[in-house]
């Protein structure tokens, strides 16, 4: 555990969201990583922009300060030369709140980054926090969306976030999740100083159970495009013609999914698990199987089920840049996965297996590690 007297150390962190509940994506690194710093005494000021969640008392517990702010989500922040997500965070009452002080500012994702190159906040430590390269993260969007209109937002939302990362020359260090990002950002920004550092997530200690399971889980927000189409995968090229049970779990599933779900026998959905829930199928599943059409970032999904789960089946992108090689089994085309699936299906997992897991997970994805590193960050 960390041990230091963090009484005097205060950081604003700007998020693109409210980090509770902490169920998708990038608030999943938010919160913990607020929960983490909590732990060690620093005192946080969050600022979240907020649409579509309710605000919670559970981050009361955890800052000194919560600010939220309104996204501004009309159609000028669309039209504008800066990226959607960038331009709809835009809020003089955030800038204000910044400069009440002068402490270090956290800027979690591309998305919060207005302010990152103002002249009012040149003398700051700012720090980017990458979650994803967001242009290409929407060039894949574009690329696996069937709607025309979708798919030209996509294409120019990515060529505006290539455009506008140019930005982040203005951070003082940039903290990365995975090493394939990392490469990446160190030859654009030659001049900068760029870290590898993983999220922070929900887990603290490995709770895979040995034996086996019945069933076989794909999990992660649906209503995200590229999670529908992974689904759609799965279902189509894979699951049609086996008799080996597959649920589909998570957050608002299309009624197009749930009708594709309806033709098969062996396939099952569950919408809108709460965390209790989903963590109960991750840890009770036989292969927990994941894919994605993306190789930037890092997969929270992939490390909760590395945690919680017993076998892991991943497409190679899943795994681009975590040194996570060693913990799945890999799959790239229909032929492969099923091939997979019937080696692992009745094979129970052991507790060698989940010697092994603890050793690879400690070493990079520890938060108390990533704690202790960011913690040195704010204090050098």
Avoid: W
């Amino acid at each position: 555990m960390f041990i230091c007297s963090m009484s005097e150390i205060h950081l604003h962190i700007i998020s693109f969201n409210i980090p509770y509940p902490p169920n998708y994506g990038g608030v999943i690194d938010v919160f913990y990583k607020v929960k983490a710093l909590h732990r060690a005494g620093v005192k946080v000021h969050l600022h979240c922009f907020e649409y579509g969640r309710e605000i919670p008392q559970e981050l009361n517990k955890l800052c000194e300060h919560i600010y939220y702010y309104k996204r501004n989500t009309s159609v000028l922040s669309a039209v504008s030369h800066t990226p959607y997500i960038v331009k709809s965070r835009k809020s003089e009452d955030l800038m204000a709140n910044l400069l009440k002080d002068d402490y270090p500012i956290l800027f979690e994702g591309l998305h919060t980054c207005y302010y990152l190159d103002d002249n009012r906040l040149a003398n700051r430590f700012k720090i980017y926090r990458e979650s994803n390269i967001e242009h290409l993260y929407y060039y894949n969007l574009f690329k696996s969306e069937n709607n025309l209109f979708k798919r030209i937002y996509f294409l120019l939302a990515g060529l505006k976030l290539r455009i506008y990362q140019r930005t982040l020359k203005y951070a003082n260090l940039m903290l990365v999740v995975s090493e394939s990002d990392t490469t990446y950002l160190k030859d654009k920004f030659k001049l900068n100083e760029v870290v590898y550092l993983p999220s922070f997530h929900s887990n603290d200690i490995i709770t895979t159970k040995t034996g086996t399971g019945d069933y076989v889980l794909y999990h992660g927000n649906l209503s995200v495009p590229e999670n529908e189409q992974a689904a759609n995968y799965l279902i189509e090229k894979v699951f049609k013609d086996l008799q080996i049970p597959l649920i589909i779990a998570g957050l608002n599933p299309s009624e197009r999914l749930k009708s594709l779900v309806n033709k098969h026998k062996n396939i099952s959905l569950i919408a809108n698990p709460d965390e209790d829930k989903m963590n109960t199928l991750i840890e009770d599943a036989q292969i927990n199987i994941l894919h994605t059409y993306q190789a930037t970032g890092l997969k929270l999904k992939l490390l909760n089920t590395l945690y919680k789960g017993r076998y892991c089946l991943v497409n190679s992108k899943m795994l681009a840049g975590t040194n996570l090689d060693s913990l799945c089994y890999i799959a790239d085309s229909p032929e492969s996965f099923i091939e997979k699936l019937n080696l692992l299906f009745k094979k129970e997992f052991t507790t060698s297996e989940i010697d092994i897991r603890r050793e690879v997970l400690q070493k990079n994805y520890s938060n108390e590690t990533n704690l202790n590193k960011l913690v040195g960050f704010l204090t050098r």
